[in-house]
């Protein structure tokens, strides 16, 4: 009799034992994401467009005056060039200064010069061109939230290739900061700072379209004559 009830006890310890480890393969399938992401790291986007190596220089076109200060666009141009060289996409980078100086000496009235004419002339091989769209601290005049939207081009300097997009369109490109203090609207030196960080999200931005990098959740921080 005792050794029934031993085994009846045994029997019951394998039934729980197996019932533990089939909740435990059960459970298990739930936690391979939050596992692989610490093994693997977070989830990552892919380069959008190749680069091919070499001197890169990157042109901030703003006709239109969309960035009020013209040190803001060589922030937004140098910005990505060095992510882009931190990056090794390019081998080096010259200044959007540089590029802007340039073009100030030999654009004139219904003649502008070329992506390819302006990467010829400070010595880049790839030359990235940005046309400014939109840059504002508000969207709707009330609302704090700052929003920033350009166009990409590439061309090739040594072949005078297109590099990106395909054909003569330009890449989209736009980016917007939902948590701002809105203290910081009510001073000038506060709205230069938001400027300051909206120019940051939007070269951010762009660089993130030639190299792979982790992906951000949206809303994290963030037409004038083309050249071609």
Not at 72 to 78: E, F, Y
Not at 109 to 124: F, I, Q, T
Not at 131 to 148: E, I, R
Not at 198 to 210: G, P, R, S
Request: aromatic share 6%.
């Amino acid at each position: 009799m005792r050794a029934s009830t031993t085994s009846s006890v045994l029997l019951g310890c394998g039934a729980i034992v197996i019932v533990a480890l089939l909740a435990f393969g059960t459970s298990g399938c739930n936690i391979v994401g939050p596992a692989a992401y610490f093994i693997e790291g977070p989830p990552k986007a892919p380069a959008k467009y190749n680069v091919p190596p070499g001197k890169i220089v990157v042109l901030v076109d703003d006709e239109d005056s969309r960035v009020s200060r013209v040190a803001l666009r060589t922030k937004i141009g140098d910005q990505i060039a060095e992510t882009l060289v931190s990056e090794g996409v390019a081998t080096g980078a010259i200044s959007t200064k540089d590029a802007v100086a340039w073009v100030r000496k030999h654009d004139k009235p219904g003649s502008r010069a070329s992506l390819e004419e302006v990467g010829k002339a400070v010595g880049a091989d790839v030359v990235i061109g940005i046309k400014m769209l939109d840059f504002k601290l508000s969207v709707d005049g009330v609302q704090p939230k700052p929003l920033a939207m350009a166009e990409v081009r590439g061309i090739d300097v040594r072949t005078n290739a297109v590099l990106f997009p395909e054909g003569a369109g330009w890449e989209p490109v736009e980016t917007t900061m939902r948590e701002v203090q809105p203290e910081l609207y009510r001073t000038s030196v506060g709205r230069r700072e938001i400027e300051d960080s909206v120019a940051v999200a939007l070269a951010e931005k762009i660089a993130w379209l030639f190299y792979e990098h982790e992906i951000v959740p949206i809303g994290k921080g963030v037409r004038g004559q083309a050249r071609r």
